[in-house]
Protein backbone atom coordinates (compact mmCIF):
# COMPACT_ATOMS: atom_id res chain seq x y z
CA UNK A 1 0.00 0.00 0.00
CA UNK A 2 1.45 2.84 -1.13
CA UNK A 3 1.85 6.13 1.57
CA UNK A 4 -1.50 7.93 0.28
CA UNK A 5 -3.44 4.90 0.83
CA UNK A 6 -2.12 4.05 4.71
CA UNK A 7 -2.83 7.96 5.09
CA UNK A 8 -6.61 7.33 3.95
CA UNK A 9 -6.88 3.83 5.98
CA UNK A 10 -5.20 5.67 9.46
CA UNK A 11 -8.24 8.89 8.69
CA UNK A 12 -11.20 6.73 8.05
CA UNK A 13 -10.58 4.04 10.91
CA UNK A 14 -9.86 6.57 13.56
CA UNK A 15 -12.33 9.31 12.17
CA UNK A 16 -15.05 6.16 12.28
CA UNK A 17 -13.85 5.64 15.76
CA UNK A 18 -14.28 8.77 16.89
CA UNK A 19 -17.75 9.48 15.37
CA UNK A 20 -18.97 6.18 16.87
CA UNK A 21 -17.69 6.79 20.48
CA UNK A 22 -19.50 10.35 20.31
CA UNK A 23 -22.81 8.67 19.28
CA UNK A 24 -22.60 6.20 21.89
CA UNK A 25 -21.72 8.43 24.40
CA UNK A 26 -24.13 10.85 23.85
CA UNK A 27 -26.94 8.64 23.01
CA UNK A 28 -26.36 6.36 25.98
CA UNK A 29 -26.42 9.61 28.21
CA UNK A 30 -29.61 10.96 26.77
CA UNK A 31 -31.30 7.39 27.16
CA UNK A 32 -31.79 6.87 23.70
CA UNK A 33 -29.65 4.02 23.54
CA UNK A 34 -30.96 1.22 26.14
CA UNK A 35 -29.11 -1.02 28.26
CA UNK A 36 -27.86 -3.78 25.80
CA UNK A 37 -25.50 -6.43 25.34
CA UNK A 38 -23.60 -4.47 22.12
CA UNK A 39 -22.88 -0.94 22.85
CA UNK A 40 -22.30 1.42 25.68
CA UNK A 41 -20.46 0.24 29.41
CA UNK A 42 -21.62 -2.98 29.56
CA UNK A 43 -20.69 -4.45 33.07
CA UNK A 44 -22.34 -5.72 36.01
CA UNK A 45 -22.92 -2.57 38.06
CA UNK A 46 -24.26 -0.94 34.79
CA UNK A 47 -26.13 -3.59 33.17
CA UNK A 48 -28.27 -3.96 36.68
CA UNK A 49 -31.05 -1.34 36.30
CA UNK A 50 -31.92 0.96 33.44
CA UNK A 51 -31.40 3.50 36.21
CA UNK A 52 -28.06 2.19 36.52
CA UNK A 53 -27.23 2.25 32.75
CA UNK A 54 -28.57 5.64 32.13
CA UNK A 55 -26.35 7.20 35.53
CA UNK A 56 -23.43 5.42 34.25
CA UNK A 57 -23.58 6.99 30.79
CA UNK A 58 -24.21 10.56 31.43
CA UNK A 59 -21.35 10.38 34.22
CA UNK A 60 -19.08 8.75 31.84
CA UNK A 61 -20.27 11.15 28.96
CA UNK A 62 -17.50 14.07 28.99
CA UNK A 63 -14.66 11.66 28.59
CA UNK A 64 -15.74 9.31 25.90
CA UNK A 65 -16.55 11.99 24.12
CA UNK A 66 -12.90 13.56 24.31
CA UNK A 67 -11.99 10.18 23.53
CA UNK A 68 -14.15 10.79 20.50
CA UNK A 69 -12.74 13.75 19.56
CA UNK A 70 -9.21 12.21 20.16
CA UNK A 71 -9.52 9.92 17.76
CA UNK A 72 -10.95 12.44 14.97
CA UNK A 73 -8.08 14.77 16.08
CA UNK A 74 -5.50 12.21 15.04
CA UNK A 75 -7.03 11.03 11.92
CA UNK A 76 -7.37 14.55 10.81
CA UNK A 77 -3.73 13.88 11.31
CA UNK A 78 -3.09 11.82 8.55
CA UNK A 79 -2.90 14.13 6.11
CA UNK A 80 -0.22 16.79 7.42
CA UNK A 81 2.53 16.83 5.62
CA UNK A 82 5.13 14.85 8.05
CA UNK A 83 6.85 11.18 7.23
CA UNK A 84 4.63 8.17 8.12
CA UNK A 85 6.91 7.23 10.97
CA UNK A 86 6.27 10.50 12.80
CA UNK A 87 2.55 9.69 11.64
CA UNK A 88 2.63 6.65 13.38
CA UNK A 89 3.82 8.10 16.75
CA UNK A 90 0.46 10.22 16.39
CA UNK A 91 -2.06 7.24 15.31
CA UNK A 92 -0.18 5.47 18.84
CA UNK A 93 0.00 8.55 20.57
CA UNK A 94 -3.83 8.75 20.10
CA UNK A 95 -4.78 5.00 20.40
CA UNK A 96 -3.24 5.71 24.09
CA UNK A 97 -5.81 8.67 24.43
CA UNK A 98 -8.87 6.89 23.37
CA UNK A 99 -7.80 4.13 25.82
CA UNK A 100 -7.54 6.18 28.09
CA UNK A 101 -10.74 8.40 28.01
CA UNK A 102 -12.82 5.29 27.56
CA UNK A 103 -11.06 3.43 30.84
CA UNK A 104 -11.70 6.45 32.72
CA UNK A 105 -15.51 7.21 31.43
CA UNK A 106 -16.09 3.05 32.28
CA UNK A 107 -14.61 3.84 36.01
CA UNK A 108 -16.78 6.60 36.53
CA UNK A 109 -19.77 5.47 35.23
CA UNK A 110 -19.12 2.42 36.94
CA UNK A 111 -18.97 4.64 39.94
CA UNK A 112 -22.27 6.06 39.19
CA UNK A 113 -24.17 2.68 38.47
CA UNK A 114 -22.94 1.28 42.49
CA UNK A 115 -24.43 4.43 43.76
CA UNK A 116 -27.44 4.43 42.04
CA UNK A 117 -28.06 0.93 43.10
CA UNK A 118 -26.99 1.62 46.89
CA UNK A 119 -29.64 4.37 46.75
CA UNK A 120 -32.21 1.65 45.71
CA UNK A 121 -31.27 -0.42 48.09
CA UNK A 122 -31.29 2.18 50.98
CA UNK A 123 -34.62 3.44 49.83
CA UNK A 124 -36.57 0.12 50.25
Known amino acids: MDDLG???TIL????AMGVL???VATAAASGRLTRNHIAGIRIPSTM?????WLAAH???KRPTVWGGVA???AGLCAFLPVPTESLSIVVIGASVVVLACVLYGARVGSRA???VERDKR???
Do not use: G, N, P, T
Request: proline residues 0%; without cysteine; charged residues 20%.
Open 113 to 115: AVE
Open 48 to 52: ASDEA
Open 58 to 60: IRA
Open 71 to 73: ALV
Open 122 to 124: RAV
Open 12 to 15: ILLA
Open 21 to 23: LIW
Open 6 to 8: IRF
